[in-house]
């Protein structure tokens, strides 16, 4: 058994949403050191091209394992549906990221094979959930839709918000005429309006949250290596990001539900 303490997992998102895929990490693998970095300067990732947010990607990346982390998972989204294939082998260490174990779980537990994804620009014009379904089963149906509004309303605090529910019932539209069966939650921010898409997609419809499958993974992982960690006392995680503004604490609690002290990462950039 490798009881490594010098195993630390880093995790990177654009910005705080990030932190739905740590409170999974935590809860699931509580004894794991994490080293977090949200990319707070310069999010969103959503609406910009593929270039560069591979070239963030890589950056940050590097970063945190200047920090010493010896796993990434990559919880942004958008950035796992560029970067993850040129992060593994430009830094040959694990590279988790939150697209193909949402497409695992769903290729198993679709009734029809109508398959709905939600996500930002970036993640659905990447059609990368498409394809990795299309793996499984060309005649799957995967119907795509981005819904740029959700992250400023998550961000913003708007959760139970009248305006809220108006817009994704709007987004779900679509989906709900094509009579999916499954629904995935593309974005670190979604599973915070879990309960609003269920009802406006009824509830028939299952609801994948990427973020607790991906967890699952890391865990799994970490267990046919043999590393545990065998944290006398709590492990010490970190938090940077490249950007601290006057609501980043709030926000930072709104998604991991507790309190957490963050950093500022000055030489990440
Ligand atoms: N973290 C991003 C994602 O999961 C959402 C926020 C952004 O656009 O940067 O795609």
């Given at each position: 058994?490798?009881?490594?303490?010098?195993?630390?997992?880093?995790?990177?998102?654009?910005?705080?949403?990030?932190?739905?895929?740590?409170?999974?990490?935590?809860?699931?693998?509580?004894?794991?050191?994490?080293?977090?970095?949200?990319?707070?300067?310069?999010?969103p990732y959503g609406i910009k091209?593929?270039?560069?947010?591979?070239?963030?990607?890589?950056?940050?990346?590097?970063?945190?394992?200047?920090?010493?982390?010896?796993?990434?998972?990559?919880?942004?989204?958008?950035?796992?549906?560029?970067?993850?294939?040129?992060?593994?082998?430009?830094?040959?260490?694990?590279?988790?990221?939150?697209?193909?174990?949402?497409?695992?779980?769903?290729?198993?537990?679709?009734?029809?094979?109508?398959?709905?994804?939600?996500?930002t620009r970036a993640?659905?014009?990447?059609?990368?959930?498409?394809?990795?379904?299309?793996?499984?089963?060309?005649?799957?149906?995967?119907?795509?839709?981005?819904?740029p509004?959700?992250?400023?309303?998550?961000?913003?605090?708007?959760?139970?918000?009248?305006?809220?529910?108006?817009?994704?019932?709007?987004?779900?539209?679509?989906?709900?005429?094509?009579?999916?069966?499954?629904?995935?939650?593309?974005?670190?921010?979604?599973?915070?309006?879990?309960?609003?898409?269920?009802?406006?997609?009824?509830?028939?419809?299952?609801?994948?949250?990427?973020?607790?499958?991906?967890?699952?993974?890391?865990?799994?992982?970490?267990?046919?290596?043999?590393?545990?960690?065998?944290?006398?006392?709590?492990?010490?995680?970190?938090?940077?990001?490249?950007?601290?503004?006057?609501?980043?604490?709030?926000?930072?609690?709104?998604?991991?539900?507790?309190?957490?002290?963050?950093?500022?990462?000055?030489?990440?950039?």
């Amino acid at each position: 058994m490798d009881i490594n303490q010098s195993h630390s997992i880093g995790v990177f998102d654009s910005g705080v949403g990030g932190l739905t895929v740590v409170k999974e990490l935590l809860s699931q693998i509580p004894d794991a050191p994490l080293i977090y970095f949200g990319d707070t300067a310069r999010t969103p990732y959503g609406i910009k091209g593929p270039d560069t947010i591979l070239r963030y990607s890589i950056e940050n990346t590097k970063f945190l394992i200047s920090k010493g982390a010896t796993i990434i998972v990559v919880a942004c989204n958008s950035a796992s549906s560029v970067a993850p294939e040129k992060l593994r082998n430009m830094f040959n260490i694990p590279v988790f990221e939150v697209i193909s174990p949402a497409v695992e779980l769903v290729v198993k537990i679709t009734t029809k094979g109508r398959i709905g994804v939600i996500g930002t620009r970036a993640t659905i014009e990447s059609r990368i959930y498409e394809k990795m379904i299309h793996n499984y089963n060309k005649d799957f149906k995967v119907i795509g839709q981005p819904c740029p509004l959700l992250v400023p309303l998550v961000e913003e605090g708007w959760l139970k918000a009248r305006e809220t529910k108006m817009i994704v019932r709007k987004y779900l539209r679509p989906l709900k005429q094509q009579q999916i069966d499954t629904l995935i939650l593309g974005c670190t921010h979604y599973p915070l309006l879990k309960d609003i898409i269920q009802q406006k997609i009824g509830k028939r419809v299952k609801v994948i949250d990427s973020s607790s499958e991906v967890a699952k993974k890391v865990k799994t992982y970490l267990k046919l290596n043999n590393i545990v960690f065998d944290n006398k006392e709590r492990p010490l995680h970190q938090f940077y990001l490249s950007d601290i503004s006057s609501v980043t604490k709030e926000i930072a609690i709104r998604f991991l539900g507790q309190k957490i002290s963050i950093k500022k990462a000055i030489s990440a950039l």
